[in-house]
């Protein structure tokens, strides 16, 4: 293995726990629609999806799936970024890992990415984020992990990824990224994290020919 240089984060489930503003924002569009509420099943489905396919989901052979999809991009997301916080030690592991290594976000959140990023703090701490509005083919399409190596001008193997879902494993298997796994063992994964700290313990024992 090549030394790292770089470390690409997925955002939701990762960095931050979102689900309760998920809800909320899944739960809004479908009281518009006089359907009930997302069950927690969906829920786990949308967490991982981007919010257009979140609604196609959610709207599937109904009458409204057109009209969602509308609403939906107009939906104002401030008022549930008060229910979405910072998973545990996020901040001072971001702090210890630059500069000496490239940071990045790879997500398939949309629209809302900036304002949670800097609603919580964490915009300065990257270097580069790519969304599902940068990209042609949201994950587990490899595109935006390409992009993220394009900007750090490195090989797939001078970066990790670290996510919490199937999509996120196949997403850097397709780039020929390094998986690491955050809270979640089911997963194939290279390492896996149950706290962000441990990234620390995980780089001082990969080689550092860099």
Do not use: C
């Not at 969602?68 to 210890?96: C, G, H, M, W």
């Not at 850097?172 to 896996?192: I, W």
Request: no cysteine; glycine share 4%.
């Amino acid at each position: 293995m090549a030394a790292i240089k770089a470390i690409i984060y997925d955002l939701d489930g990762v960095l931050i726990d979102s689900r309760a503003a998920n809800a909320a924002f899944y739960n809004q569009i479908l009281r518009n629609f006089g359907m009930p509420d997302i069950t927690p099943e969906q829920l786990r489905q949308a967490q991982f999806l981007t919010s257009k396919e979140a609604v196609d989901l959610l709207f599937q052979g109904t009458p409204y799936q057109a009209a969602a999809q509308d609403y939906q991009s107009k939906v104002d997301n401030r008022p549930f970024l008060p229910l979405i916080s910072l998973e545990p030690n996020v901040k001072e592991t971001l702090a210890r890992l630059r500069p000496a290594y490239g940071t990045a976000i790879a997500t398939n959140r949309g629209r809302s990415l900036t304002l949670v990023l800097e609603s919580l703090g964490l915009a300065a701490f990257f270097d580069v984020v790519v969304s599902s509005l940068d990209v042609v083919n949201p994950k587990p399409h490899p595109e935006s992990l390409r992009l993220i190596l394009r900007h750090f001008g490195i090989n797939p193997q001078e970066a990790v990824y670290i996510g919490d879902a199937e999509a996120d494993r196949s997403l850097a298997a397709g780039a020929g990224v390094p998986f690491l796994a955050y809270k979640n063992t089911d997963l194939e994964a290279l390492y896996h994290l149950q706290d962000h700290t441990e990234l620390h313990q995980i780089l001082a024992n990969w080689p550092q020919d860099r």
